[in-house]
């Protein structure tokens, strides 16, 4: 398996986030152009050998000290829990009455990856249309019997959340699993401070996640978990728990070269980098065992 | 007018001029990924306050300097050139049979400015079409009855090209100019030094510019004339001829604020900034006096 190291893409990738979230936040272009030449001054230091992850995470640490706003994206990850939410209402019945009900969930909540529903003003009806399109596309990649034979020999399963609004979905997929396995327990780890979209505790608690798992936050505050840096509880569940699910390319880019048995990624491969490490075409829905990478 | 600083915008846009060329021009990640960091520090340095054409200037003249190449894009332009010679057989007789050819000739020149003819492989099929679209685009902006009224009063007059290729559509227009007024001295400045795509004094020779103008080298390293880096010559040139056309957005970038009588610019406006100071349209096409600014 290829090692995931930054090359200049992901710095480049990272000034361009860093673009987007400061011209929304920082009105005074004087002031923008103070706080990117900090960032280079950081990125002057990072030395070759470094994960894309690390690139992204330092950057928006620091974007994000100087943001007034402690949680800046409070309101778009309500906007897209809300949304997710009624969006379900509709999907709900569709995937329970699938064959699969878990493979249908599975795919559902990787086309919950793809779609942005942040963005102000979007309707039910005008996500729908573009949800289905996702979801009918079938895993470019998906190691799916491994991924059974796991959950049929487990009794309890770390789940890895990575945005708000998507995580509604990664809530009905622990749901359909439970209807299946109803002595299942779960985790799932959300980030431990706000970092752009991605689902936090009160984000969660939004969707009432507690319904059908522990909530515990990773203590990390990169846009994906590095072991290295979460909190002790984090790991342990990690190491301890029988299956491991991790969702999204921020989670997989932290946690990909782990070795544990049962550990399963499902996201979708969203930059060239991330693609050639799963050997799948940029934009591909991915399930996939770490055993198989 | 509004002045033109540089912003977070002109940063980015350097940066992927500058991946674009590491790319293709240096093999290793590692070494692509060093030379990133020398760029971030140059750029952790700039005062806020310089203008995109110093920014774009440091970074490119930083880059070339790991070219090993000294004329990287010679290949390329040699290609243009050919091309623009191609295509210029089959449109010379449809602009001098139009009822005014120099207002058909500098419409021709502007969207030379548009089109990129160096790509391998580009037929004269391939660009004619493309670049018959262009040209029958009117002009964004204009003051031609100002540019004929300069004409007419005028004995001298420099050009100062802008890119290989399009050069060859420059040299067109001031034939045609040359027609109208045969004692017309004209003198064309190309770049002191290889600087991506932009004609040299080498470009102009295989193009034969020498037949209808002096041609001399402007001093400059960056892609856009800067009068205070240009050359005493070049100044000269600049303060007592008659009438001054500059082409394409790098000289605009650096001349437009300089003062003096019957300075024209021809250009496209290919950048945000640009096209906010000349208030027109992304892409717009324009020929505009210096005391309309």
Redesign the interface.
Known sequence: MRSLRA???C??CS??QA?SL?KKFVRN??K???I???I??I????R?GIKPLEVNGAVHKFVMSYMKNEDPFKEEKRRSNALAMELLKFLRDEILSQPDPIYAALKLAASGNLIDLGIPGWTVEDVLEKFHEAYERPFDREDYEEFMKAFESSSTLLYVADNAGEIVFDKFLLEVMKRENPSLEIVVAVRGKPIINDATLEDAAEIGLEEVAMVIDSGVEEPGVILEKASQTFRKAFFELDMVVSKGQGNFEGLYEEERSNLFFLLTAKCEFVAEVLKVPLGSKVLVSSSSL
């Open positions: 090359d200049e893409r710095l480049l000034l361009r673009e400061l272009p004087e923008r152009w103070m990117f030449k900090e280079f001054k990125m002057g230091e990072m070759w």
